[in-house]
């Protein structure tokens, strides 16, 4: 089970840090995705963090401005943004899958949370 928090209402330019928290065992062989879906729009890959935190992926429209880490021990992973964008605002979901290290494909991954909403005011 995963849970994404940390999302909120925040000016261009500033920052937020998202949380995926999960519960269960062997949280630390699962890839952890984030993936973002505006009103109307389709559900689109961000980064997505593997076991080997080494080789980490972003989508272009968020590299050097978003940032993907682990706490394996807390089952933790986080999404640190940067920069923001009126662009960025949606809502932000974890899911987490075993069948790919890298994947940016929603169907790939066999959990999700629930999303925790991000707001970008210009």
């Known amino acids: 089970q995963l849970q994404a928090s940390g999302g909120g209402l925040v000016q261009a330019g500033g920052s937020l840090r998202l949380s995926c928290g999960a519960s269960g065992r062997a949280f630390s062989s699962y890839a952890i995705g984030w993936f973002r879906q505006a009103p109307g729009k389709q559900r689109d890959f961000v980064a997505v963090?593997?076991?080997?935190?080494?080789?980490?992926a972003y989508a272009d429209n968020v590299k050097g401005r978003f940032s993907i880490s682990r706490d394996d021990a807390k089952t933790t992973v986080y999404l640190r943004l940067n920069n923001l964008k009126p662009e960025d605002s949606a809502v932000y979901y974890c899911?987490?899958?075993?069948?790919?290290?890298?994947?940016?494909?929603?169907?790939?991954?066999?959990?999700w949370g629930q999303g925790t909403q991000v707001t970008v005011s210009s």
């Open positions: 963090i593997p076991w080997n935190p080494n080789v980490a």
């Open positions: 899911a987490a899958t075993r069948k790919t290290i890298r994947s940016r494909e929603t169907n790939n991954y066999d959990y």
